[in-house]
T-cell receptor
Framework: KNEVEQSPQNLTAQEGEFITINCSYS?????LHWLQQHPGGGIVSLFM???GKKKHGRLIATINIQEKHSSLHITASHPRDSAVYIC???FGGGADGLTFGKGTHLIIQP | DAGVIQSPRHEVTEMGQEVTLRCKPI?????LFWYRQTMMRGLELLIY????????DSGMPEDRFSAKMPNASFSTLKIQPSEPRDSAVYFC???????????FGPGTRLTVL
């Protein structure tokens, strides 16, 4: 069964802390997306990657294909980073759409 | 570009009524996706289109759900008859090509009483 697991489910941290959110999947994939869902409900695509690492501002996404694992890092976290972060993967070998993790609810306290 | 546009933003209806959700993708995007988000199940793909043609509708929960894309700039998701368990936020997203970032609309929050 194609599954996507995220950890932690909930994370509360202090402003300035380094944040790591993890995503593991069960079988080989062709692409992995990190999405951010704001408290108001809007969804923004942060990264799409199939290998290596990508960086945008204070956000860094890495993926290890062999270990079937990806991480999303936030450096110098800020209260405005508070959101739900969702990992989504496209499993290889088919025309399937994305399979989504349950999300990590992040709260950054000032 | 205004981004992906969805309407209505909120819909409250009674069980048994027909509901139609609308989506306008970003111009030039060849792929359009309909997703549903609930507390219990999170985000789920319902159906997606490539160049207006439905490619995979295996996520559509049952025959009460149908989706169309009559042209490149418009898609509808219809529920008939609606049931309380259909209450969710429905997102539409589009992307330029298959393996590209997906741009999400603001969602339609549907409540079926």
């Amino acid at each position: 069964k194609n599954e996507v697991e995220q950890s932690p489910q909930n994370l509360t941290a202090q402003e300035g802390e380094f944040i790591t959110i993890n995503c593991s999947y069960s079988v080989g994939i062709s692409a992995l997306h990190w999405l951010q869902q704001h408290p108001g409900g809007g969804i923004v695509s942060l990264f799409m990657l199939s290998s290596g690492k990508k960086k945008h501002g204070r956000l860094i996404a890495t993926i290890n294909i062999q270990e079937k694992h990806s991480s999303l890092h936030i450096t110098a976290s800020h209260p405005r980073d508070s959101a739900v972060y969702i990992c989504a993967v496209r499993f290889g070998g088919g025309a399937d759409g994305l399979t989504f993790g349950k999300g990590t609810h992040l709260i950054i306290q000032p | 570009d205004a981004g992906v546009i969805q309407s209505p933003r909120h819909e409250v209806t009674e069980m048994g009524q027909e509901v139609t959700l609308r989506c306008k993708p970003i111009s030039g995007h060849d792929y359009l996706f309909w997703y549903r988000q609930t507390m219990m199940r999170g985000l789920e793909l319902l159906i997606y289109f490539n160049n207006n043609v439905p490619i995979d509708d295996s996520g559509m929960p049952e025959d009460r759900f149908s989706a169309k894309m009559p042209n490149a700039s418009f898609s509808t998701l219809k529920i008939q008859p609606s049931e309380p368990r259909d209450s969710a936020v429905y997102f539409c997203a589009s992307s330029l090509v298959w393996d590209a970032n997906r741009f999400f609309g603001p969602g339609t929050r549907l409540t079926v009483l």
